[in-house]
């Protein structure tokens, strides 16, 4: 694989993690439908799912979690701390998106930064 390879690949699913979690927002958890059927019938699995991420959401579970992969990530070096720092970036858009903006903009900064760093072995 080449180098500029999994570089490419992020650029590519950036916008698609993007565009799921603007339909699960928009779709999902906003459209007055699923309010008005959730009601109701609050019994379904649709239901439970949206309650669920309601919690998630109230919680800032998404936007805590982006943070503790992307703040040991920006210390750690090679592969592990790249790995942990897009899993710190994936998290902190979906806070980002679903409304945990003060936190989810802090680890995706913090994540960014690391994924940017070049590793001492490319600087030579």
Known sequence: MRRGSPL????LALPLW???LYGLRFIFLEDSRWVGLCAE??????????SWLGW??????????ALLA???????AGRVGARLALVGLLL????????????????VVIASLRLVRASPSESN
């Open 92 to 107: 902190g858009l979906a806070a980002l998106v679903l409304y945990s903006a003060t936190l989810g903009a802090f680890a």
């Open 70 to 76: 992307a703040l040991p990530a920006f210390w750690l």
């Open 8 to 11: 490419l690949v992020m650029l």
């Open 41 to 50: 019938t609050s019994g379904d699995w649709q239901c439970q799912l949206r």
């Open 56 to 65: 998630l959401i109230h919680f800032s579970v998404l936007a805590w979690a």
């Open 18 to 20: 993007l565009l799921a």
